[in-house]
């Protein structure tokens, strides 16, 4: 019995170290979609954690709380739209800095907050299904945000896949001469995608600072933005792949704590880096296969579009 | 490319000038506008655009009627895809007015010209190319079908006019002509009634090419006008009802292409009279440059292996390699520019030195001189001065450089002198390299590379989309090269500029090299075959071949 609660607990955390991995990614994934690398996914994460955990406590609602994650999110992802689609800045640097200003600026609304106590997004535990042993209160009894996750992770496959706009979306990244010369609204497109993305890193952000550990502390995305940004290049730009991606970077953090709880004579130090070296390790493997990556990677990522040329 | 048969012909007349020719019929473009429109389908007046610097359109009157093939012409710069954009409601003009169906109209945008039903085929294809046919052309049609259905609908369209397309494979395994017949099967589900063809026959073989004509007669049968835009004046000859040719922005002339010869539209289009490229009696001697069972496996899907690829090229002499693009010539001219390495340093040879395990700068050292076909990007860096380009291939043999520190004052006298000897119009020397057209930027890339006296010369589609004016220029430098003793290769898959230029032709088709034939025992038709990969029985060149 002892054992099983375990194996339990180590599944519980690694489903909590997965989820904001894998709602950043998801969001990050459709904006590279249709053409657009927005490196400040640490930012808007950054953004979206301290607004929710600003927005809960003043409110006493998790619900506002994790809306203005959200709006957190797509305001900071609208800004470096501005400076990307509308102002043609260079989108690795405006990226950059969109990390940068959002550590920042998240740190300054953080400050009055610091250390202070906030109740954990409540459970929602299905009936029946969450009494099954063992998987019931693994898959079943969770909060809202981890439902979420898995859900946007199926709908944004659905959505690129089998609908119009979905296939729009993708055509807008693939050659945005092409897609405007057939008449698509290619900026007006990528905005969209690039705002969905600014959400779903500020849901990631919420998850974070209302659930994963319910307090705001600076810098607490201790690096799951680029993380997320890998996941995505590890994913080759699928969905479904994400979340593998999600759960398997979301286990390596766990693993490297278990590894330190049990005195395993490796530094601490090494431990943590895992999950980058894992990181950098998948990304050579996988460009290997140049082909296969080219193939699903959008071709027009990170290139400016100029309408009228 | 399709007219090779009377290209042939046209040929002769190029070199010598048909003195009994008929005079130019042209219409003054004021009587055109007092002209009833009562079966007119489009027509503009007074369309002017203008760009920061240019005027692109300068009120250009235009009429095109139903069921009419309408060819427009002009060089460069002339204004051609200013219009046509205006067309397709890409660009919205400064003045003038457009009358569709004779009411007076405002195309605000791509998707708005094609409701209205005009279709075009882009010059550079608009393709997607990690989707699929069905998914390429669900993107561009307003049809509320999907999937299977839309997959049927493609199907029975391009079986009624014969082209055939699979709607389930990806765009990216497509040939270039299987791309073009997407493009077009995207338009012909609108059911158009204005198709605009952005010179669509540049990248077919002439079999292609004649199948597209029947297309388009059978299309303009049905009551469906062509807009043409084409450099191939045959073509034009052959297949359009009426001309209309711009130069600088302005209308110079209507006329029946049938009517003029070819000679006279090359110089209503430039505006002066044309000099033929003229090859004086040449003087072969030995094999100065060799390949030998050259080899390369594919990397990807996406490339071609080749296979075993032999020849010689002597000094004087000018050898073509013909085929359809994607056929393995990029690889090749990879391969023989030191790009990608042989396996054997036996593979390639520069005057009897052994150099295909050796790079770039070695084989440059040995006399070698190429230019790619992707003129920006490869040829030259865009967002460098020409100055600085200069540097790229020629600071060795110009002496630009001396203890790692660059010559400016010498590499500017050599830009100049490049853009005077090879008529290369530009705005200064210091400008970047992409503000130049595709002619110039071409004529400066051969000036840069043959006032460098190389001893082997590699040019690959050296006149692709270029107009009649640089075309002839570029033609006669590298004439003028091998008369001076150089062996000249040139990869092209336009059969005119191979029949013009080369002493012998060799077909590229998947990735082999056939054995060359002299130009003399070839015919148009019989190449065309061989670009389509057919077994040909020739009388195989046996005295230059090896």
Redesign the interface.
Same mark, same amino acid.
């Given at each position: 019995m002892e054992a099983i609660t375990t194996v339990e607990l180590i599944m519980l955390t690694v489903v909590s170290a997965a989820t904001p991995l894998l709602l950043a990614a998801t969001g990050e994934l459709v904006a590279e979609k249709s053409g657009v690398l927005n490196l400040g996914v640490e930012g808007m994460m950054l953004i979206g954690a301290v607004c929710a955990f600003v927005g809960a406590l003043t409110s006493g609602s998790w619900m506002l709380g994790i809306i203005a994650g959200a709006v957190g999110g797509v305001l900071m992802s609208m800004l470096f739209g501005l400076l990307t689609l509308i102002f043609l800045a260079n989108q690795v640097a405006s990226g950059l800095a969109l990390t940068l200003f959002g550590i920042g600026l998240s740190s300054l609304i953080g400050i009055p907050f610091i250390g202070l106590p906030i109740e954990k997004l409540p459970t929602l535990s299905l009936p029946f299904l969450s009494d099954i042993p063992l998987l019931g209160p693994l898959l079943f009894s969770q909060d809202v945000l981890i439902y979420l996750s898995v859900i946007m992770a199926f709908a944004v496959h659905w959505f690129l896949n089998h609908t119009k706009p979905g296939l729009v979306l993708r055509a807008v990244g693939e050659s945005h001469d092409a897609a405007h010369s057939i008449g698509y609204a290619v900026v007006k497109i990528r905005f969209l995608a690039v705002m969905f993305g600014g959400a779903m890193a500020g849901l990631g952000g919420a998850f974070l600072s209302l659930s994963y550990t319910p307090m705001w502390v600076e810098h607490m995305t201790a690096g799951r933005g680029w993380i997320a940004l890998a996941i995505v290049v590890f994913a080759t730009w699928k969905p479904g792949r994400v979340i593998i991606g999600a759960y398997l970077f979301g286990s390596v953090t766990i693993l490297q704590l278990h590894l330190q709880g049990i005195g395993v004579q490796i530094p601490a130090q090494i431990l943590s880096m895992l999950p980058y070296l894992v990181t950098i390790l998948v990304l050579v493997l996988i460009s290997r296969h140049s082909t296969r990556v080219k193939l699903n990677a959008p071709a027009c990522i990170g290139q400016i579009f100029h309408p009228n040329t | 490319m399709w007219s090779c048969l009377t290209g042939l012909a046209s040929l002769e007349n190029w070199i010598q000038p048909d003195p009994e020719s008929v005079p130019v019929r042209t219409r003054d473009p004021n009587e055109f506008i007092a002209m009833p429109a009562s079966n007119s389908l489009l027509s503009m007046r007074g369309i002017t655009k203008a760009f920061p610097g240019v005027v692109a359109n300068d009120s250009i009157d235009f009429e095109i009627a139903e069921g009419n093939i309408h060819a427009l012409l002009g060089e460069n710069g002339a204004g051609k895809s200013t219009l046509v954009k205006i067309i397709y409601? *890409? *660009?919205s003009a400064d003045a003038g007015t457009i009358y569709w169906q004779g009411e007076p109209a405002k195309i605000s945008?791509?998707?708005?010209a094609?409701q209205m039903g005009i279709g075009?085929v882009?010059q550079h294809?608009?393709?997607?190319?990690?989707?699929t046919v069905r998914?390429n052309i669900?993107?561009?049609v307003t049809s509320r079908k999907?999937g299977v259905e839309l997959s049927d609908e493609i199907r029975s369209v391009s079986d009624a006019y014969g082209l055939e397309l699979d709607p389930d494979r990806?765009v990216?395994s497509l040939s270039v002509g299987e791309r073009q017949r997407v493009e077009i099967v995207r338009c012909l589900l609108q059911s158009p009634k204005l198709l605009i063809m952005d010179e669509p026959t540049s990248v077919l073989t002439p079999q292609e090419a004649d199948k597209l004509f029947t297309v388009l007669r059978r299309l303009a049968d049905q009551g469906c006008a062509v807009l043409y835009i084409s450099h191939k004046l045959e073509e034009i000859r052959v297949l359009c009802h009426h001309a209309t040719i711009l130069r600088q922005g302005k209308v110079v002339t209507q006329c029946d292409p049938t009517q003029v010869d070819t000679k006279e539209l090359a110089e209503l289009m430039i505006g002066r009279s044309l000099k033929p490229p003229t090859a004086k009696a040449k003087k072969t001697g030995q094999v100065v440059f060799s390949v030998r069972n050259l080899c390369r496996a594919a990397?990807?899907?996406?490339n071609i292996s080749l296979k075993d690829i032999s020849f010689d090229v002597r000094t004087g002499e000018v050898f073509g390699i013909a085929g359809v693009a994607g056929n393995g010539q990029t690889e090749l001219l990879g391969m023989l520019s030191g790009e990608v390495l042989a396996d054997q340093d036996s593979a390639v040879s520069i005057d009897n030195v052994d150099c295909g395990r050796a790079g770039v700068q070695a084989r440059r050292d040995l006399g070698l001189a190429s230019v790619p076909e992707e003129r920006l990007g490869h040829g030259v860096v865009g967002n460098m001065s020409l100055t600085e380009n200069v540097f790229l291939s020629g600071h060795e043999k110009y002496g630009l450089s001396k203890n790692l520190l660059m010559h400016f004052s010498n590499a500017r006298s050599y830009s100049q002198k490049i853009c005077d000897e090879f008529d290369v119009r530009h705005s200064g020397i210091h400008v970047d390299a992409s503000s130049l057209s595709g002619g110039n930027l071409q004529k400066f890339l051969m000036g840069r590379e043959i006032l460098q006296y190389p001893a082997v010369m590699i040019a690959s589609q050296p006149t692709w989309g270029i107009d009649a004016g640089s075309q002839a220029a570029i033609h006669q430098s590298l004439l003028d090269l091998a008369e001076n003793g150089a062996a000249v290769i040139v990869i092209s898959q336009d059969l005119d500029e191979l029949m013009a230029l080369c002493d012998r032709i060799s077909v590229m088709f998947a990735g082999q090299l056939s054995e060359s034939y002299s130009v003399s025992s070839l015919t148009a038709q019989s190449i065309g075959l061989l670009m389509g990969g057919a077994q040909v029985e020739l009388n195989q060149d046996v005295g230059n071949a090896n």
């Open positions: - | 409601g *890409y *660009y945008s791509p998707a708005h094609r075009m882009f294809f608009s393709l997607f190319e990690a989707m998914e669900e993107l561009a999907k990806d990216f990397e990807s899907e996406r």
